[in-house]
């Protein structure tokens, strides 16, 4: 009996595992050289991300700081864009609206691209050896989750937050992953219950959701007049790309 009870303890579960990672400073808690890692920040980096290979660009080349973002642009014929708490970085080109990117713009372009969330734990997935890395967000949800059952591989969805607090856009991304793909997954994960709930309260309109709970991000990027932009952010497959990261950049697949 007791050689039995060990061998069903030690047995790998018949389905891949899902977890929710609400903060980059919460992803030393995961396996995550066991995981395709899902970035996601809805407002606005995996948003623009989507947006910018949907309508042709080349490729995206993520970085974390702005110097870095200058320094390869100088050296590659390339777009530099990225921001810094909601607005246009100083000394790069464009930032991160979604809008700055149509196909007349940016098709066949390489995009250099820093932000404020995004890219940081973009960097932390791969410093911890990540098996995969994609972006995800509204734009690109159904490509997104049409590829993590595909793969049938242990998945963490990485919200890139607010400067490691926990944020209700990205956690609703997670939410709405959860919805389509929960039974291809074992998900035995507070966090992903949590986005779940909270997804399934907002999915009659995300946008009234974020508003009536006074989300910080809402408001921060309502301040600069950006509503449309969240707007955009919020809704399902207007860019409907599937990201993955390879060799240093992002790349439509």
């Not at 047995?11 to 929710?20: A, D």
């Not at 595909?150 to 991304?173: P, S, T, Y």
Request: net charge neutral; with cysteine; charged share 20%.
């Amino acid at each position: 009996m007791e050689s039995r009870f060990k061998l069903i303890l030690n047995m790998e579960p018949s389905q891949p595992q899902l977890f929710t990672c609400l903060s980059p400073s919460l992803l030393n808690l995961y396996e995550v050289d066991k995981s395709i890692v899902v970035i996601i920040d809805v407002l606005r980096a995996t948003s623009t991300i989507a947006t910018a290979l949907h309508n042709g660009a080349k490729a995206i080349i993520p970085v974390d700081s702005v110097a870095e973002c200058i320094r390869i642009g100088k050296q590659i014929d390339s777009i530099t864009a990225g921001e810094r708490d909601g607005k246009i970085a100083e000394g790069l080109d464009y930032g991160n609206s979604p809008f700055e990117y149509p196909r007349e713009f940016i098709e066949g372009k390489t995009l250099v691209l820093t932000t404020t969330n995004g890219t940081r734990l973009l960097q932390l997935a791969l410093d911890k050896n990540a098996k995969g890395i994609v972006t995800g967000s509204f734009p690109n949800l159904s490509a997104v989750c049409n590829y993590l059952v595909k793969q049938n591989q242990n998945i963490i969805l990485g919200c890139a937050a607010w400067k490691n607090r926990v944020n209700i856009e990205d956690m609703l991304f997670a939410g709405a992953v959860i919805d389509r793909i929960n039974k291809h997954f074992l998900i035995n994960c507070d966090s992903s219950q949590i986005a779940l709930t909270m997804y399934n309260s907002a999915k009659p309109n995300l946008f009234d959701f974020m508003k009536s709970k006074n989300a910080s991000h809402y408001q921060r990027l309502s301040g600069f007049g950006l509503q449309k932009d969240i707007q955009y952010c919020l809704t399902e497959d207007i860019a409907n790309t599937l990201i993955v990261y390879e060799d240093g950049k992002l790349l439509a697949k």
